[in-house]
């Protein structure tokens, strides 16, 4: 099964359009255009019955404490988690192709709502857990919205895209899933797999 990612090479920066965030010299970082490349796949497996579209940053400090704080740094060493980006289940089979911007187009304050979209049903991102405590971000974020490491940190982050052919039309999962639940609903199901990683800091001393 071969994934392409438009836009993205594999092992390469991001560009810009696909995150969340960019640097920004007066306040380290701002809001960017946050919209989803487009995502195409080709050869998928005799028997697929649906696909799941995952991406995920493997390099999030697994304590939040010092994330963009003024005079830390947050080292390699740190203990890191997965941070899911998109999380997207029940893919028809029949569909192989989600153009740019179709799933976000633009940071949307408190999020966008989770759920059935015409390729596919939306869980929750990792934002929904690391914004709850800002009164004006703070909400539910389905869909995509892609890079915003810590402008702090020693690591350049990597972003997978990864999709998986499965052998079921569903995960029977609704309302706000994550992506550690469709991993594990999954599990048994897939007949091939693909992926595409880039690469992402905000960190000025690493760009």
């Known amino acids: 099964m071969r994934l392409t990612i438009k836009g993205i ?3 390469k920066p991001i560009p810009a359009p696909f995150a969340f965030a960019v640097p920004d010299p007066e306040q ?6 946050n919209r989803n490349p487009e995502v195409r796949w080709l050869d998928a497996p005799q028997g697929t019955q649906s696909f799941v579209l995952l991406v995920t940053d493997p390099d999030v400090p697994g304590v939040a404490d010092d994330v963009n704080q003024e005079g830390k740094t947050l080292p390699a060493e740190l203990p890191r988690v997965d941070f899911y980006h998109w999380v997207l289940i029940d893919i028809p089979r029949e569909i192989n192709l989600i ?8 940071v949307v304050p408190k999020g966008k709502t989770p759920g059935q979209t015409a390729k596919g049903i939306s869980g929750i991102n990792g934002y929904t857990g690391f914004l709850a405590g800002d009164p004006d971000m703070a909400g539910v974020y389905g869909g995509y919205d892609g890079p ?14 990864g999709l998986f052919a499965l052998d079921i039309p569903t995960l029977e999962l609704a309302g706000e899933f994550t992506g550690e639940q469709a991993r ?4 048994g199901h897939v007949l091939a797999e693909s992926s595409v990683t880039g690469t992402y800091t905000l960190n000025p001393d690493l760009r």
């Open 148 to 161: 915003c490491p810590p402008w702090n940190d020693d690591v350049i982050h990597r972003y997978t895209f």
């Open 99 to 106: 153009e740019e911007g179709e799933m976000a187009d633009g």
């Open 184 to 187: 594990e609903a999954m599990k």
């Open 9 to 11: 090479e594999e092992g």
């Open 28 to 33: 380290h970082m701002r809001f960017s255009d």
